[in-house]
């Protein structure tokens, strides 16, 4: 059991949707990341938020955007849904910015119809 | 460019055997490699991790090691179990901020 629970765990959409995904970080950590996974593969780094702020971006586009509250849980948003959006987006915390060591959630599985 | 490669793609083994999983990273700048595994349903745990100032690390049936010159490094699953069976990603943390993943390697211990 890491701490870092998501929600909805599956959520079903059609193109052109937006969505809102959240999360909420192991208690003591302050940084949450978002990653894409596609079925068969590994990961993809979307974004960091620390401090409220985005820290770093992965190759996404600007429609994929977040925000991170006082309370270090954070929310992924998907403009204009796509049919390749369709995947597992995970969140990750971890103690601090620095701290490379990540802990998942379990994940939403989204699909884009 | 960021990228990590991972072999193989699939590995199966008998019970109580030994398993190997070999990654390549790209930027010699990396120094924090973890090792995780996704069960079904799943979103990825952390099993081990190693950080570029030593070469290996071990922690009961499983270790790993790293070779820093050659940009390898090397998960070791020794007595496999059945529970050991899912998929095993390796990762390399980039520009502080992000870990690129390998593509990972399904592993199926038969018992």
């Known amino acids: 059991e890491t701490g870092v629970t998501q929600s909805p765990t599956h959520l079903i959409k059609t193109r052109g949707q937006q969505v809102t995904l959240r999360c909420s970080s192991q208690?003591?950590?302050?940084?949450v990341s978002w990653y894409q996974q596609a079925l068969g593969q590994g990961p993809q780094f979307i974004f960091q938020y620390y401090r409220e702020e985005e820290n770093g971006r992965g190759n996404f586009p600007p429609r994929f955007s977040g925000l991170q509250f006082p309370n270090y849980s954070s929310e992924l948003n998907v403009n204009a849904l796509e049919l390749d959006d369709s995947a597992l987006y995970l969140c990750?915390?971890?103690?601090?910015?620095?701290?490379?060591?990540?802990?998942f959630g379990s994940g939403t599985q989204l699909s884009v119809l | 460019g960021e990228n990590v490669e991972q072999h193989p793609s699939t590995l199966s083994v008998q019970e109580g055997d030994s398993a190997v999983i070999k990654c390549t990273y790209s930027?010699?700048?990396?120094?924090?490699f973890p090792w995780y595994k996704q069960e079904l349903g799943k979103g990825p745990q952390l099993i081990i991790d190693?950080?570029?100032?030593?070469g290996e690390k071990k922690d009961q049936r499983i270790a790993v090691t790293l070779n820093k010159t050659a940009k390898h490094f090397s998960l070791h699953i020794t007595e496999t179990q059945p529970e050991d069976s899912a998929v095993y990603f390796c990762a390399a943390f980039y520009n502080t901020d992000k870990l690129i993943f390998g593509t990972g390697t399904r592993l199926q211990v038969f018992p």
């Open positions: 930027d010699s700048a990396s120094n924090y």
């Open positions: 990750a915390s971890s103690q601090d910015q620095a701290n490379e060591k990540l802990f």
């Open positions: 190693i950080r570029s100032n030593v």
């Open positions: 208690s003591g950590h302050n940084t």
